[in-house]
């Protein structure tokens, strides 16, 4: 299998190359050549088997240039004993037709860490297949989630470092003292002033700077990235949509070959792009809803046909969908356009310099027959979080809400599974106040109300509150670079 770029498809690539580089030269994102086509068999036989055999039957498909030697041992050493279940993405039935696949059984409670977890491993693999003797810079930018999901995998990893943006005072209490209180060695954690937005189009220009790149490249280091534009990211969440799928399959609750939808809360629009390969490999997808909260840019987008982020920027209780430009949709323009390069570069050439651009009608109308949209106002939110907990005894974090608050408008009569992703503790506040109507100021007695009420609290949470400060590195998005050239950690 060879990738190609979305803003120059005349590019080849190994997935080594591409898990490398993160991002093509041009600006453009890796995709592979074509996607594999799993037949209604090969989907049924994957219910007898567990969940570290689901992802090596189907990234084997991808990664062609990984022995199944090395594959195997990513998987193990992503999968054997960095999740609390067995099962790494369990799902749980709420009622006869809606289920839950949870995401947040790794070790820093969100759904990055199915991805994040097997990253280090694939990237120790390519360096050595590219000939790359250079410290490998992971840089990332997070609005919440994603940047301790990184850290935690990449901390203390030799031959790697990792340096982590993200906005300030635009992450929950919880996810910024989970970033700064990383320890490693090779391990850099730096607020930006500004919203996610702002951080991920810095950690971009840096990407593309050639005078950044020179600047490292003297110190013998190269650029990397952990977010989803990385398809080393991006290829492990289609292994959950499988998954889900057949452990629906194995319950009985789905014969082999009818039709799900999935619901899925979503910023970047990574997690839900995966589910569309899924669908285009073969899983018997009937629709994937895209649900948003209040900076409803993608709701929009798919009704309208205009990605327009000239809007007002709201900080909302899931602040890791605070986004308004979704990188990832640039990799689903590419393959409603008949994988047209130049008409991707030009969308994405109009988006940097007027904030929009628009769909031909006859894209667009293509749109409503795989996709659905919908978003939660914060109240909407609220209500969803107690309503599941009320209904069900299950409790919800402040994004699962939003895809919960999304789906209770759907009318819709095939087996539907919502993608919740993040642990409730995550944001304990916003959480119990939605149950209990009130929440004390301090995060960690709102998490010791919500395990007074009978939620498990996660011991990643529970040692968390004595744990250190180390990284108080604030900066401006016009000097993000500079804060890398500067940062002289142990590996570097």
Same mark, same amino acid.
């Given at each position: 299998?060879?990738?190609?770029?979305?803003?120059?498809?005349?590019?080849?690539?190994?997935?080594?190359?591409?898990?490398?580089?993160?991002?093509?030269?041009?600006?453009?994102?890796?995709?592979?050549?074509?996607?594999?086509?799993?037949?209604?068999?090969?989907?049924?036989?994957?219910?007898?088997?567990?969940?570290?055999?689901?992802?090596?039957?189907?990234?084997?498909?991808?990664?062609?240039?990984?022995?199944?030697?090395?594959?195997?041992?990513?998987?193990?050493?992503?999968?054997?004993?960095?999740?609390?279940?067995?099962?790494?993405?369990?799902?749980?039935?709420?009622?006869?037709?809606?289920?839950?696949?949870?995401?947040?059984?790794?070790?820093?409670?969100?759904?990055?860490?199915?991805?994040?977890?097997?990253?280090?491993?694939?990237?120790?693999?390519?360096?050595?297949?590219?000939?790359?003797?250079?410290?490998?810079?992971?840089?990332?930018?997070?609005?919440?989630?994603?940047?301790?999901?990184?850290?935690?995998?990449?901390?203390?990893?030799?031959?790697?470092?990792?340096?982590?943006?993200?906005?300030?005072?635009?992450?929950?209490?919880?996810?910024?003292?989970?970033?700064?209180?990383?320890?490693?060695?090779?391990?850099?954690?730096?607020?930006?002033?500004?919203?996610?937005?702002?951080?991920?189009?810095?950690?971009?220009?840096?990407?593309?700077?050639?005078?950044? @790149?020179?600047?490292?490249?003297?110190?013998?280091?190269?650029?990397?990235? *952990?977010?989803?534009?990385?398809?080393?990211?991006?290829?492990?969440?289609?292994?959950?949509?499988?998954?889900?799928?057949?452990?629906?399959?194995?319950?009985?609750?789905?014969?082999?070959?009818?039709?799900?939808?999935?619901?899925?809360?979503?910023?970047?629009?990574?997690?839900?792009?995966?589910?569309?390969? *899924?669908?285009?490999?073969?899983?018997?997808?009937?629709?994937?809803?895209?649900?948003?909260?209040?900076?409803?840019?993608?709701?929009?987008?798919?009704?309208?046909?205009?990605?327009?982020?000239?809007?007002?920027?709201?900080?909302?209780?899931?602040?890791?969908?605070?986004?308004?430009?979704?990188?990832?949709?640039?990799?689903?323009?590419?393959?409603?356009?008949?994988?047209?390069?130049?008409?991707?570069?030009?969308?994405?050439?109009?988006?940097?310099?007027?904030?929009?651009?628009?769909?031909?009608?006859?894209?667009?109308?293509?749109?409503?027959?795989?996709?659905? *949209?919908?978003?939660?106002?914060?109240?909407?939110?609220?209500?969803?979080?107690?309503?599941?907990?009320?209904?069900?005894?299950?409790?919800?974090?402040?994004?699962?809400?939003?895809?919960?608050?999304?789906?209770?408008?759907?009318?819709?009569?095939?087996?539907?599974?919502?993608?919740?992703?993040?642990?409730?503790?995550?944001?304990? @506040?916003?959480?119990?106040? *939605?149950?209990?109507?009130?929440?004390?100021?301090?995060?960690?007695?709102?998490?010791?109300?919500?395990?007074?009420?009978?939620?498990?609290?996660?011991?990643?949470?529970?040692?968390?509150?004595?744990?250190?400060?180390?990284?108080?590195?604030?900066?401006?998005?016009?000097?993000?670079?500079?804060?890398?050239?500067?940062?002289?950690?142990?590996?570097?």
């Amino acid at each position: 299998m060879n990738y190609t770029s979305t803003r120059n498809a005349s590019l080849r690539f190994s997935s080594s190359h591409c898990f490398v580089q993160g991002i093509s030269e041009e600006g453009g994102l890796f995709v592979p050549e074509s996607f594999p086509v799993f037949s209604e068999r090969e989907i049924a036989a994957l219910a007898d088997v567990p969940y570290s055999e689901r992802a090596f039957r189907l990234l084997s498909r991808y990664l062609t240039d990984f022995s199944a030697k090395e594959l195997r041992s990513c998987i193990a050493g992503a999968y054997g004993t960095a999740f609390d279940t067995p099962a790494v993405c369990p799902l749980r039935k709420l009622d006869g037709k809606t289920f839950v696949m949870e995401l947040y059984h790794g070790p820093t409670l969100a759904f990055k860490d199915v991805a994040l977890q097997i990253l280090p491993h694939f990237l120790r693999i390519a360096k050595q297949k590219e000939g790359v003797s250079d410290t490998i810079l992971i840089l990332v930018a997070t609005s919440g989630d994603t940047g301790k999901a990184a850290l935690e995998g990449f901390a203390d990893v030799d031959g790697m470092a990792i340096a982590v943006f993200f906005p300030n005072q635009g992450v929950s209490r919880m996810q910024q003292l989970q970033m700064t209180t990383q320890e490693g060695k090779n391990v850099f954690v730096c607020a930006v002033n500004g919203n996610f937005d702002d951080t991920q189009t810095g950690v971009k220009e840096i990407f593309t700077s050639p005078d950044v @790149r020179a600047k490292l490249q003297e110190k013998h280091i190269r650029l990397s990235s *952990a977010n989803s534009i990385n398809w080393g990211r991006l290829v492990p969440q289609i292994v959950y949509y499988f998954s889900a799928y057949a452990d629906l399959l194995r319950e009985n609750e789905i014969a082999s070959g009818q039709p799900v939808d999935f619901v899925v809360p979503t910023g970047n629009f990574g997690d839900i792009l995966a589910g569309y390969y *899924a669908k285009r490999m073969g899983l018997p997808i009937r629709k994937l809803v895209c649900a948003s909260n209040k900076n409803r840019v993608l709701t929009d987008f798919f009704e309208t046909g205009v990605y327009d982020a000239n809007r007002a920027f709201f900080k909302t209780a899931s602040p890791s969908m605070d986004i308004l430009i979704s990188s990832n949709l640039e990799r689903l323009l590419f393959e409603l356009s008949g994988r047209d390069d130049a008409f991707v570069s030009d969308l994405m050439r109009q988006l940097k310099e007027t904030g929009q651009y628009r769909l031909p009608d006859v894209m667009h109308r293509a749109l409503t027959e795989t996709w659905e *949209a919908g978003c939660a106002d914060e109240a909407q939110t609220a209500r969803a979080i107690r309503d599941a907990f009320d209904r069900f005894g299950y409790c919800i974090d402040t994004h699962t809400a939003v895809g919960y608050a999304v789906q209770a408008r759907r009318a819709s009569d095939v087996p539907t599974v919502l993608l919740s992703t993040a642990s409730p503790y995550k944001f304990p @506040r916003a959480v119990l106040s *939605a149950v209990e109507g009130t929440a004390p100021e301090d995060e960690f007695a709102a998490a010791d109300r919500l395990a007074q009420l009978g939620v498990p609290m996660p011991d990643a949470i529970a040692n968390l509150h004595d744990k250190a400060i180390r990284h108080k590195t604030v900066c401006e998005k016009a000097t993000m670079a500079q804060a890398v050239l500067s940062w002289e950690g142990e590996t570097l």
